[in-house]
C-alpha cells in the first residue's frame, strides 16, 4: 500500500486588513489566532515593515514641506551649532560657512531626500533591533524559549497602530505649523524647547506609543504563555531606559 501523508491542520488564513483591524480593536484575539502557528511567519513583520517606510516617507515629504515647520528646524539647527561655538567645539565663523554651504537646508531636495532615506533605515533598525530587545528581556526576565523571529512577529504586527499614530501626527503638525504637535503632553507646552530636557520627558509621554506598547504587551504574552502583566513588565521596562536614555543622555533618533 503506499504510504499515506497526512497534511497538518492549520487554522483560518487570516486577510492582511482584519490583521489591521484585529490589531486596533481585539490584539489578544488576533495574536492568539496568528501565533497559533509554530511556523516563523516573516510576513507578519514583513509587511507591516513596508508599510511603515511607505507612511514615514510621505510623513517626510508632507511635514518638511511646510513652510512654519522649516523654520523651527533651521532654528534648531541654528541653536545646535551656537552651542557648539559656546562650548569651543568650532569657531563663529566655521559656524558662519556650515550654514551658509549646507546642501541640505530644511525643504531642500536634498533633505528631503536624506530624511526619507533616513525615515526607512530607522524603521528597519527600530524592527529588528525592539525585536531583539524583547526577545532578550524575555529570556532574562522569564526564562520564555520563544524565537527571535516569532517575537518579531509580534513587534511587526504592532506597527499598524504606530501607522495611525504617524498619520495623525502628521495630520496635527501640519493643522498646527509645529514640529512638535505629537500626540502626548507636549500639547501641554506653549514654547516647546528640544533641549529641554521636561519638555522632551513630556513629548515621550505619547498616547500612540502607549498604545503600542500595550499591543507589544498582549502579543508577548500571547506568545510566552504568561500573564499580560509579566509581559507588560517587560515592555514597560525597556520602554523605561530607552525613554531615560533619550531624555537625559540625548540618544534617538
Known amino acids: 500500500m503506499p504510504e499515506e501523508f497526512i497534511v497538518p ?3 483560518p488564513v487570516i486577510s492582511w486588513s482584519d490583521k489591521f483591524v484585529g490589531i486596533l480593536s481585539s490584539p489578544g484575539e488576533l495574536y492568539a489566532s496568528v501565533l497559533k502557528n509554530p ?3 516573516n510576513s507578519n513583520w514583513g509587511i507591516p515593515m513596508i508599510l511603515s517606510i511607505i507612511i514615514a516617507i510621505l510623513f517626510t515629504f508632507v511635514v518638511f ?7 523651527q528646524l533651521h532654528e534648531t539647527q541654528l541653536k545646535a551649532m551656537q552651542k557648539s561655538v559656546a562650548d569651543g567645539k568650532m569657531t563663529q565663523e566655521q559656524m558662519d560657512t556650515a550654514m551658509e554651504r549646507n546642501p541640505a537646508k530644511p525643504g531642500t531636495p536634498m533633505f528631503m531626500i536624506f530624511g526619507a532615506v533616513g525615515a526607512a533605515l530607522v524603521t528597519v533598525v527600530m524592527v529588528f533591533a525592539y525585536s531583539g530587545v524583547y526577545w532578550l528581556g524575555g529570556k532574562l526576565a522569564l526564562k520564555t524559549n520563544a524565537s527571535y523571529l516569532k ?12 501607522v495611525v499614530g504617524t498619520l495623525l501626527t502628521m495630520i496635527l503638525m ?12 507636549a500639547l501641554a507646552v506653549n514654547n516647546f524647547d528640544p533641549m529641554d530636557k521636561t519638555h522632551k520627558l513630556l513629548a515621550s509621554i505619547n498616547v ?8 507589544i504587551g498582549v502579543g508577548l504574552s500571547k506568545l510566552w504563555s504568561t500573564s499580560t502583566g509579566k509581559a507588560m513588565g517587560v515592555v514597560g ?17
Do not use: C, H, R
Open 39 to 41: 511556523e516563523k511567519n
Open 208 to 215: 500612540i506609543d502607549f498604545w503600542q506598547l500595550f499591543v
Open 65 to 71: 514641506s511646510q513652510p512654519p515647520i522649516q523654520d
Open 174 to 185: 501640519v493643522a498646527m505649523g509645529s514640529l512638535y504637535a505629537t500626540p502626548s503632553l
Open 151 to 162: 517575537v518579531a512577529e509580534v513587534y511587526g504586527l504592532s506597527l499598524f497602530v504606530a
Open 9 to 11: 491542520e492549520t487554522g
Open 237 to 253: 521596562g525597556v520602554w523605561i531606559i530607552w525613554t531615560a536614555l533619550k531624555v537625559f543622555v540625548g540618544f534617538g533618533m
